[in-house]
C-alpha cells in the first residue's frame, strides 16, 4: 500500500497555497539579492575613497547606503525565515525531500550567511572608526560571503528544475545541474542592478551635496548597471538547459507564464536602456522620483522572473521525483488503487458545510491534490475553470489530469474520487446548496440510480486507464 504522508494542513481564502509561497518567496529574493549588490557596490566605493579618487565616497559608505544594506539583510533574513514556515505548511514533504539530500549544504549557507551577519553589523556599527584596509577588509568579507550563501542556495533552487543527473544520494551531480551557472551568473548580474538602482535613490537624495556631484556619484554606482548588457545572453542560455516542457510553456504554451516572461524582459529592457542611455552615454542627472520609479521597475521584473521561475517548474516541486502536490510519481499507481483520502486523518475545517458523504470525500481530494495551485472559487478557481463544462467533459478532464494540462499530475485516486471531485466542482458552481443528489442532474432522468452510478464509474475508468499514471510531457531529465 503506498503511504502517502499527509501532514496538517493550513488554508489562505481565495489565494492558493502556491501563491503564498510566490508572494514571500519575490520579497525574500529581492532583498537578499540586493544585499548581495550592495556589498559589491560598498567594496567599490570604498576602493574608490582610499584610492582618493572620489571625494565624496565616503560620504555614500557611511551614508544610509550601508544602512539600507544592514535593513535588507535583517528583512532578507526574516523573509527567509518566513520562506520556511510558509513552504512546511504549504509543501512539508518537498522541505523534507530538499533537507534529506541537502542538509550539509544548507548548513553550509547557514554559516555564510552568518558570516556576513557578522561582518555586516560590524562595518554597521564601527566602520566609520576604522582604519581603511580594515574597512575594505570587512566589506569583503561581508560580500563574499554573501555572494557565497547566493552560490549554496543556488545549488539548491535550481536542483528542483533541472535535477540533472542527479540520484537519491549523489549530491554534486544534482548540485552542479544544468542551470546551476546560467542562473547564478543572472542572479549575480541582477543582484549589481538592483544594489546600482538603490545607490542611485540613495545619492538622489544627498541634498546637500550639490547637483553635479551627486551626479559623479551617480555615474560610479550606473556602472554597475553594464552587466545587464549580458542578460539576454544569460536568459537564452537558461531557456537552452531547461527541460522542453517548461521551455514550451514560456515561449507560448502557457499564456500566463509567457506574459510574465514579456514584463521580466521588457522591464528590464527598460532599465537597461535609461542605463545605457540616459545613465553611461548622457551623463543624465537622475531625481529621487525617477529613481524610486526604476527601482520599482526592478521590483517587478524580480516579480515577475521569480513567478516564472516557480511556474516553470510544475507540475513538480522537483522534477521527476515529487509532484507540486506532495505526491511521488511512483506512488499515483498504487493511490489509483486505494485512493488519496483513504489514509487522511486530518478532517476537514467546515465538515458541516457539505450535505453529502461525496462532496466531504471530494473536498479531501481536492484539498491533497489541487489545492496547491487551485481554490474553488479564488485563485486559479475550478469552478471558473469549468463554468460551462459538461459533467462528462468534467469527469474525462480530471481523470485525465495530465492530458488537460501538462503542467498538472496525473490524478491520483480512485473513479470514485473522480467522481467526488466533479460533484463538489458542480456543487460549489450551483452556489453551495443545501441538498445535492449524487452523480447530479443524470439520477432525476435515468431511473435506476446504481445501474447509472455503475455506468458513470465505469466511464471514469476508463479515462483513467486510457491516460495511465506517466505524466503529460515526456519523462526525461535535463
Ligand atoms: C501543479 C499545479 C496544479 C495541480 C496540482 C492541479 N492543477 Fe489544475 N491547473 C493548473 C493550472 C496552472 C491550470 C491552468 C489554468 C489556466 O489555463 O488558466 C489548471 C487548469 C485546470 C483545469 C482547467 C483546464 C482547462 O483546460 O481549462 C481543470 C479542470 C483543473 N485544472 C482541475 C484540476 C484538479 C481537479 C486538480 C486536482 C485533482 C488539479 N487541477 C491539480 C495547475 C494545477
Redesign the pocket.
Known amino acids: 500500500m503506498a503511504e502517502l504522508p499527509y501532514y496538517p494542513v493550513n488554508e489562505f481564502g481565495p489565494v492558493m497555497k ?1 501563491m503564498v509561497i510566490g508572494g514571500v518567496g519575490i520579497v525574500h529574493v529581492f532583498l537578499a539579492q540586493f544585499a548581495i549588490g550592495g556589498g559589491f557596490l560598498l567594496c567599490y566605493f570604498q576602493w574608490l575613497a582610499q584610492r582618493g579618487r572620489e571625494p565624496d565616497a565616503r560620504r555614500f559608505l557611511d551614508g544610509y547606503f550601508k544602512v539600507l544594506v544592514l535593513v535588507s539583510f535583517v528583512l532578507g533574513a526574516l523573509t527567509g525565515v518566513a520562506m520556511w514556515f510558509t513552504s512546511i505548511q504549504v509543501s512539508a514533504r518537498t522541505i523534507g525531500l530538499l533537507v534529506d539530500e541537502f542538509h550539509w549544504v544548507w548548513a553550509i549557507e547557514w554559516c555564510f550567511f552568518s558570516v556576513e551577519v557578522v561582518a555586516g553589523y560590524a562595518f554597521y556599527r564601527w566602520g566609520p572608526r576604522l582604519p581603511d584596509p580594515t574597512r575594505m577588509r570587512l566589506l569583503v568579507l561581508y560580500t563574499a560571503a554573501a555572494w557565497g550563501s547566493l552560490f549554496w542556495i543556488n545549488g539548491i533552487l535550481s536542483w528542483q528544475l533541472t535535477p540533472g543527473n542527479w540520484t537519491t544520494g549523489d549530491l554534486w551531480a544534482g548540485f552542479f545541474n544544468p542551470s546551476f551557472w546560467p542562473s547564478l551568473v543572472f542572479r549575480t548580474v541582477v543582484a549589481m542592478a538592483l544594489a546600482a538602482l538603490a545607490g542611485i535613490l540613495v545619492i538622489s537624495s544627498f541634498d546637500d551635496l550639490g547637483r553635479d556631484r551627486r551626479r559623479v556619484l551617480i555615474g560610479r554606482a550606473a556602472h554597475f548597471l553594464a552587466p545587464m548588457a549580458v542578460m539576454p545572453v544569460l536568459a537564452v542560455w537558461y531557456l537552452a538547459v531547461i527541460p522542453d516542457d517548461s521551455r514550451s510553456w514560456l515561449l507560448g504554451g ?3 507564464m509567457t506574459m510574465f516572461v514579456g514584463i521580466a524582459a521588457g522591464a528590464s529592457l527598460l532599465i537597461g536602456a535609461y542605463a545605457a542611455i540616459g545613465l553611461l552615454l548622457r551623463r543624465l542627472y537622475v531625481s529621487t522620483a525617477t529613481a524610486s520609479l526604476l527601482l520599482a521597475l526592478a521590483f517587478g521584473a524580480t516579480a515577475a522572473g521569480e513567478f516564472v521561475r516557480e ?1 516553470a517548474r ?3 516541486t522537483a522534477r521527476q521525483t515529487l ?3 506532495s505526491i511521488a510519481p511512483a506512488e499515483i499507481a498504487e493511490l489509483r488503487r486505494t485512493g488519496s483520502a483513504t489514509a487522511d486523518p486530518y478532517p476537514l475545517r467546515d465538515a458541516a458545510r457539505y450535505p453529502t458523504a461525496q462532496l466531504r470525500l471530494g473536498a479531501l ?2 484539498r491533497t ?6 481554490t474553488m472559487n479564488g485563485a ?1 478557481g ?1 469552478t471558473h ?2 463554468a460551462t ?1 459538461t459533467p462528462d467533459q ?1 469527469r474525462m ?2 481523470a485525465q ?1 495530465q492530458r ?2 501538462a ?3 496525473p ?3 480512485t473513479a470514485e474520487e473522480v467522481e467526488a ?1 466533479v460533484q463538489l ?1 458542480r456543487w460549489e458552481a450551483a452556489g453551495a446548496p443545501p441538498a445535492w443528489p449524487e452523480e447530479a442532474g443524470e439520477a432525476v432522468a435515468a431511473g435506476d440510480a446504481a445501474a447509472l452510478e455503475a455506468s458513470v464509474r465505469a466511464r471514469i475508468q476508463t479515462w483513467l486507464d486510457e491516460a495511465g499514471t506517466e505524466p503529460g510531457a515526456p519523462r526525461r531529465r535535463r
Open positions: 502556491g502557457s499564456i500566463a511556474g510544475k507540475p513538480y509532484y507540486s502536490n481530494v481536492v491534490q489541487c489545492s496547491v495551485c487551485h486559479n475550478l475553470l469549468t463544462w468534467l478532464n480530471v489530469l488537460t494540462k503542467y498538472m499530475p490524478f491520483a485516486g471531485v466542482v
